[in-house]
């Protein structure tokens, strides 16, 4: 398996606030590239390792008699023939598409009235084992988690998928099931993700810092600009460089950005919750390429389901959807918000 390295942090932020040392976590970045992960790897958008005799979930919010939304395969489609346009040689001023490319795209991106019987079944979006990430959190006897989502927004999630989560014993699956079932509509090509492959790496995080206490996020602040001299774009930015690892990872802190924090508590037993996955749009972006991996170097593009994209996944405006735990009980279900 061939690894990501993330480049070390620009400096030693604890060195200069050794107050923040305490509030270190833990993140694991989980790097998903393209690939053809199989039932028995750990993926994003790859198939799940499922007993035959378990009902695939779906969503009674998303049924028939029709949906808005688009095909998973033309989706798929599309993307491919985006990649394929990206990558070949063009004349100057020369369209990317032809006209039938055109259409396959957008077939795969422009939501129309499709007809349903039933509800939708989710859609796969991780599976983790943790013989690839020993940090998991899980319950105790199992070792995999598996993630899918309604890729339909639903209004009290923030506009966004609606998380579930299982957590087994591999070698429970005796019987796996062959062939999942597939919607036949999906509410946005953004919901759903390419087949990837993991490349997990440790990291340490600290708070953002609208997280931090506002004192020490004041001295920070001045602390930036007096390295970099005052209205200067700062070449380190505590907040993209030395805080929060952009992209798809497990635990670590929490990317807030456009708004403030609040409390989040357990829905069903009022406990705290921590969390457990972070989905993410890009990898890393202009404002967050100190991340970008030392084997990805050289990528540039952001287009075509590059490194930085391969899970061709969007969530809002290039915001990601964090997915949590509770902290008493792992049967209650999953707290998500965007951010
Ligand atoms: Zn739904
Ligand atoms: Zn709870």
Known sequence: MTTRTTPPRPLDITA?????????????????????????????????????????????????????????DDVHVGRRVLREAWTRPRAEGADLLTEEEHALVDRGTKPYRTALDGPVPLVPVAQIRAADVLALPRPEGTDLLQVLWCAFDHPEDDYSPRVELRWRRAADVVTPLAAPPRPAVIGSDDYLPEPCVLHPETVTEYPAPHELPEELADRIHAWEDGI?????EPEVCYQYDLAVAPGWKLGGHAPWSFSDPFPMACAECGAGVRPLLTVDGTEWDGGSGSWAPVEDAGYTGYHSLGPALATGITIGRGYSLQVYVCEASYDHPPVQNMQ
């Open 16 to 72: 200069v606030f050794p107050e923040l040392a305490p509030l270190a976590r833990t993140a694991v970045r989980l790097h998903p590239r393209a690939g053809a992960p199989t039932a028995a790897d750990s993926s994003v958008g790859g198939p799940l390792l499922w007993p035959a005799g378990e009902p695939w979930p779906t969503c009674p919010e998303h049924a028939g008699p029709w949906q808005h939304g688009v095909a998973p």
């Open 228 to 232: 970099e001299g005052a209205g200067e």
